[in-house]
């Protein structure tokens, strides 16, 4: 599946979202959003806090039910085809004292969801061999060759963050859905975790929709963005939708979208103002 | 004293095993400790020592109401520690609960059994005090051949499950969120193994005691998770140095009559966990 190209892929869309809207505990957290990635497309969630991103991606994973309008994952209903989607939640550090090796984190993306316990060597037979063999690839895919036998909670944010999406490329998915995957991360591992996301969307024309809180580490690859208000959202290309206008409108408020000398987009009076203060 | 320090010690310790109350003790103990070996892992990986050891306070009471109401101690103890840990389990006691609520909850569960102790040792013969020294501390040497194989096959019962269950319930215990993305029935592993917790408090109860239940639970399974980061090598570590502390802790108390068994099963378990603890601290300290 993955080693198509990305015009070679199916022609349907990845993903499609018309006219959704999503409630919780009675409170509209969005409305009327729709948007689709094709095969291979890279496209960024952006927002204010407090504006369901993270919700958005849980309803794609059908997690959570839609008050409104249609959601259509790999051609099927949210959640029928979740194991051809990786998955990486928005998360904290593991805890410092999990004791359990990175390459079991990602090994669990493999088949951490059936009954029964893993064999491990010999006693796993043909399977258990195919399975270390890819868990070794994605390993080295990843770049994280160095630190795999750790316990994942000794291991540094960045560390983790790259075990992870191994765990999530494992099965070869058609979709890589990532929470904040930059959060929490240092400018240099945010660079490099970003490149690799690329890589993995480029070359194995994975589709990848990303929830960002800064768009600007990943700016340079973007095929489209979507910006989440609680009215509604605009797609297209990252240099139309992040614009003053488009945002202002979206908003329904003056939002000043600035560049500085470097490139890097600054959005300013977005109606959540805490948000480019969040650590 | 004499009997296994002989001077040989192939006729000593075919002299232990002719005795029929050590051969129920092996039998019995060999399958409630596989079990806490096996269980214990995961309550080590999942945090939920504090609401493992809480269940020991309910097996008490457990018992002791069950021999107040003058039926066999086994059903109140299994109906209290199953019952409990799937509460628990569905109050989502994955550690989020106020620790200030679990422990007066505790206490009061334990003063509950305090209450059943009056009740029973009212209306009861000398024999209750006993009865109640037992369910705190345990009668491994005690322990009938029917109670035995009873112990032993409800033992194989849960390990069969915990088995099954193992994978899921080791990918829902390090990254729930992802898990249940793929489909593993998160909300409902969790009540199911505190459930499988409660029953084996309840079965460990009757080897080594309600107080000293963590000592097999705990410590073995701490010990393998501190000398192998593997998970499924970590499980037979710990099933192994469970079982290990069981027959090293009956050959000691057989061999030395002035030691209960409760102790040096629950000392040696201990003692394996401090051994595990330096050799990572002091001699291989963690692989970089």
């Known amino acids: 599946m993955s080693e198509q190209l990305p015009d070679a892929g199916p022609p349907a869309e990845v993903l499609e979202l018309a006219g959704v809207t999503v409630r919780a505990g009675g409170r509209v957290i969005f409305s009327d959003v729709s948007l689709r990635v094709r095969p291979g497309e ?18 794609v994973l059908g997690l959570l039910p839609i008050a409104d309008g249609r959601i259509r994952v790999l051609g099927a209903e949210p959640g029928r085809h979740n194991s051809r989607i990786g998955y990486l939640p928005q998360r904290r550090a593991f805890d410092p004292a999990t004791r359990i090796r990175g390459v079991d984190v990602v090994r669990m993306g493999w088949d951490g969801d059936r009954w029964g316990v893993a064999l491990p060597g010999r006693l796993g037979g043909r399977a258990g061999r195919q399975a270390r ?27 983790q963050q790259r075990l992870l999406i191994a765990q999530a490329l494992i099965r070869r998915p058609d979709l890589l859905v990532l929470d904040e995957p ?7 591992n945010q660079a490099a975790v970003s490149a690799l996301v690329q890589t993995v969307c480029r070359s194995h024309g994975v589709a990848v929709l990303l929830v960002a809180h800064d768009v600007n580490p990943i700016l340079p690859y973007l095929d489209q963005v979507i910006y989440l208000a609680h009215g509604g959202a605009v797609m297209g290309p990252p240099e139309q939708v992040i614009t003053s206008d488009t945002l202002s409108m979206l908003y329904g408020t003056a939002v000043d979208v600035l560049r500085d000398r470097t490139g890097r987009l600054v959005v300013v009076g977005q109606p959540d103002s805490h948000a480019e203060h969040r650590s | 004293m004499t009997a296994l320090l002989a001077a040989d010690p192939v006729t000593g310790l075919a002299s232990m095993l002719s005795q029929p109350f050590v051969r129920n003790a092996l039998v019995g103990g060999t399958a409630i400790a596989a079990l806490s070996g096996l269980v214990g892992y995961f309550v080590v990986l999942r945090g939920q020592v504090f609401a493992g050891d809480a269940l020991s306070h309910v097996a008490y009471a457990g018992a002791l109401a069950a021999l107040a109401a003058g039926i066999d101690l086994r059903f109140g103890l299994f109906a209290a520690t199953i019952g409990v840990g799937l509460l628990l389990g569905l109050l989502g006691g994955r550690g989020t609960a106020d620790d200030v609520v679990i422990g007066t909850t505790f206490a009061w569960v334990l003063g509950l059994g305090v209450l059943f102790l009056a009740l029973y040792t009212a209306s009861g013969s000398t024999d209750n005090g006993v009865a109640n020294v037992n369910v705190l501390f345990g009668s491994i040497f005690g322990i009938s051949t029917a109670a035995a194989t009873t112990a032993a096959w409800i033992a194989a019962g849960l390990i069969a499950v915990l088995l099954l269950i193992a994978r899921p319930l080791l990918f829902a215990s390090v ?16 009540p199911l193994f505190l459930a499988i917790l409660g029953a084996t408090v309840g079965e460990a109860s009757q080897a080594v005691g309600a107080l000293l239940v963590f ?6 399974a701490a010990a393998a998770q501190r000398l192998t980061a593997d998970p499924w090598r970590a499980l037979g570590l710990a099933v192994a ?30 003692a394996e966990f401090a051994a595990a603890t330096l050799y990572r601290g002091l001699l291989r300290p963690l692989p970089t």
């Open chain 1, 182 to 188: 930059l959060d929490s991360l240092d400018v240099t």
């Open chain 2, 215 to 220: 000592g097999l639970l705990a410590a073995p």
């Open chain 2, 241 to 270: 140095l469970a079982v290990l502390a069981m027959w090293a802790g009956v050959a000691l108390a057989y061999a030395a009559p002035a030691l209960p068994p409760s102790f040096t099963i629950v000392g040696l378990a201990a």
């Open chain 1, 42 to 59: 890279f496209v960024a969630v952006l927002g204010p806090n407090g504006v369901g991103k993270s919700t958005l991606l849980k309803a």
């Open chain 1, 133 to 159: 063999d890819r868990v070794h690839e994605v390993i080295a895919l990843v770049g994280a060759e160095g630190y795999a036998t750790r316990p994942i909670g000794q291991l540094s944010g960045g560390e």
């Open chain 2, 175 to 190: 990254d729930p969120t992802v898990a249940a993305a793929r489909g593993v029935p998160v909300r409902l592993l969790g």
